[in-house]
């Protein structure tokens, strides 16, 4: 990595951390003086989660990197039941982490 | 109602050495992967997990620099992927601080806070001895962040020591925990954005892949809010 880069690396990180303290921050500036549920906060608070439900949909199905090599079929179908094993099986995590990555390993070893 | 120092650590190491610290260890283990398989160095991994300390804004900040957007629209990304923060920690300061004034130590303290902890902290509180509230977070926090930091490094060096199927499914862990993560707050709210979001990230990244995440965010959550106001205002109505 040349010079220039490393920079470029070290103030976006240094932004997103800072991006993300803001929040914290005003958090504590702001406790116990607002109310957490004002229509602006819910509104926020959708437009953060709409963006994660976009972030995973985009991961999985127009992965960027490596997973750009494994078929589109493995990543749904072992993304698909890691979910229905934490639906189903009581809302635990590490169990469906567990079989949905087991199940996608299993499929990019033997298919 | 737990009044010993002793007792608090007590509780907290026993709280945090399960499911918490596995979690993050396993989560994390995936981020760091996904780092090295991105060709950043180790030390953005570390800054990330410390700094930024939240999965979806960790993710975001290398999933769209890898894309190549610009560092404007990669932070504001990253800020609103974490902007679940202000709410939690609005509900969080009051319940550890009711004994004592807020300090400037809050700022740091702050920093620290997860949903693993957030969760923990609500929970735990009420059987704590207000003085030593602060006490038990800490304690919680700092194993949590350790594990973290453990697993982001253990995943970096690990996924090019292994076969290539197991290297996948590491990377493959991060949009899994992800929505399991998130899947688990357990809010109408919640959901009903996730899964208007879906698509919509899908769709976006298709016509406008510079802008895909910030319009999936504003469009989705703007109908998201307004379809949970009208569900809610039925509900009141019936």
Redesign the interface.
């Known amino acids: 990595m040349n010079e220039s880069s490393a920079i470029a690396l070290v103030l976006l990180t240094s932004g997103a951390i800072v991006g993300t303290y803001l929040w914290r921050g005003a958090g504590v500036m702001f406790a116990a003086r607002i109310k957490s549920d004002s229509p602006v906060f819910q509104w926020v608070t959708f437009v953060s989660y709409a963006m994660l439900g976009g972030l995973i949909a985009r991961m999985v199905i127009l992965p960027i990197g490596p997973l750009m090599e494994t078929p589109l079929l493995f990543r749904v179908l072992a993304f698909v039941i890691g979910v229905g094993v934490f639906f189903g099986g009581g809302k635990r995590v590490l169990p469906a982490v567990f079989v949905g990555v087991a199940t996608f390993i299993l499929l990019v070893s033997f298919c | 109602m737990i009044a010993s120092a002793s007792a608090v650590n007590r509780l907290a190491w026993r709280d945090a050495i399960g ?1 918490p610290s ?2 993050l260890l ?1 989560s994390m283990t995936g981020f760091g992967s ?1 780092v090295h ?2 060709d ?2 180790l030390a ?1 991994a570390i ?2 997990t410390v ?4 999965l ?2 960790q ?3 290398v ?1 769209m ?3 190549g957007l610009s ?1 404007f629209f ?21 319940l550890m601080n009711e004994a004592r004034p ?1 300090s400037r130590w ?2 740091a303290l ?2 620290m ?1 997860s949903i693993n902890s957030w969760a923990a902290g609500l929970k735990r509180f009420p059987e704590i001895e207000k003085t030593l509230r602060r006490r038990y977070y800490i304690v919680f926090a700092v194993i949590c962040m350790s594990a973290g930091t453990l697993g982001t490094v253990i995943g970096y060096f690990g996924v090019g020591l292994m076969p ?21 707050v ?1 809010s109408r ?2 959901m ?11 769709m ?3 016509v406008a892949p510079d802008l ?3 319009l ?10 307004l379809l ?1 106001n009208r569900l809610k205002g039925r509900q009141s109505a019936s």
Do not use: C, Y
Not at chain 2, 216 to 225: D, E, K, S
């Open positions: 499911f596995i979690t396993a996904l398989e991105s950043l160095p953005m800054a990330a700094g930024v300390w939240g979806p804004g993710l975001a900040l999933e620099h890898v894309a560092a990669v932070i504001l990304g990253v800020a609103l992927a974490n902007a679940r923060f202000l709410p939690m920690v609005v509900a969080f300061m009051p807020k809050d700022f702050v920093q806070l290539r199927p197991i290297a996948l499914g590491l990377i493959f862990m991060n949009p899994l925990f992800f929505a399991v993560l998130l899947a688990g357990q709210p919640s009903i954005a996730l899964v208007v979001g879906a698509p919509l990230g899908i976006f990244h298709l895909d995440l910030l999936t965010g504003v469009v989705g959550g703007t109908a998201a809010f949970n």
